[in-house]
């Protein structure tokens, strides 16, 4: 290839190509090499202690962010010197891709109980639409995996200083599967919240449903976002014989009142 920069066209041995044209060309070669180099190992290495979840011991952070798929966003995220809180920060840039996200694995000792039936998040948004991740951790949601991702929305409002912080309940019953951005079909998958182990966060083009996440709640071309989170639960049925000990409890307490 030689270049003419009197002409600004390139000559090949198939003719001349406009600069434009050109670069056309090399733009998915750029992809391909962020694909190559993203290190996604490192990233795991690297990851942040934050936020306990049935355990005594902070959950580890790593990132996962579009650069795996040859996009340009950055997640930054952080943790409160405490760890007690995660910051999960960064730059979305929507050209060859459209998202971030934070994962944290379950440690090996630790799973959720069969009768958990919800999460409760606490946190301190933006104003944009988030997206709470749950997997096997094997890869789940991927394109060439064979079980989906579980995600469901959280709906952000601006937070200021001296404002409240959040909770939102996120029933299990709500989470939709996908493979990446694309849903699946709810009726072919079953969440059963025992194989569940990892736990992410994500700000995505998409929304759980896999409809586009609109630019007021998430933004145009390239800009920052931020997001804390302060804590994570599981909230758990009570079984019959514990709803039995309640209502005896109260009845026994009312009686005593008169």
């Known amino acids: 290839i030689e270049f003419d920069q009197r002409r600004t066209k390139t000559t090949t041995k198939h003719g001349n ?31 942040i202690p934050a936020l306990e979840l049935l355990g005594p011991s902070p ?29 999960f920060t960064g730059n979305i840039n929507t ?24 999460l409760k998040v606490t946190f301190r948004g933006d104003g944009k639409t988030y997206k709470f991740l749950l997997s096997d951790g094997k890869g789940a949601g991927g394109p060439s995996s064979r079980s989906p991702s579980w995600q469901h929305d959280i709906p952000t409002k601006k937070y200021k200083d001296g404002d409240e912080p959040d909770v939102q309940v996120l029933s299990l019953e709500d989470f939709l599967p996908s493979f990446g951005p694309r849903p699946a079909n709810a009726g072919d998958y079953e969440l059963d919240i025992t194989d569940m182990r990892e736990i992410g966060l994500m700000l995505s083009l998409k929304l759980s449903n ?12 390239q800009f920052g976002f931020s997001l804390w989170v302060d804590k994570i639960e ?15 409890q109260q009845d026994e307490s009312g009686k005593n009142e008169e």
């Open 17 to 47: 190509l406009s600069t434009r044209s050109l670069l056309f060309l090399l733009k998915p070669m750029g992809n391909i090499f962020r694909m190559a180099t993203y290190d996604r190992s490192a990233n795991i290495a690297n990851a």
């Open 59 to 87: 959950l580890k952070w790593h990132r996962l962010d579009d650069g795996v798929m040859g996009g340009r966003s950055e997640t930054l995220h952080q943790a409160s010197s405490s760890s007690s809180s995660l910051h």
């Open 95 to 118: 050209s060859g891709g459209g998202f971030t996200s934070i994962r944290a694995p379950l440690p090996p000792d630790v799973k959720f109980p069969a009768n958990a039936e919800a």
């Open 210 to 221: 896999g409809k586009p996440n609109p630019p007021e709640t998430f933004g145009v071309g």
């Open 234 to 248: 599981v909230v758990s049925k009570k079984d019959e014989k514990e709803e039995a000990d309640t209502c005896d």
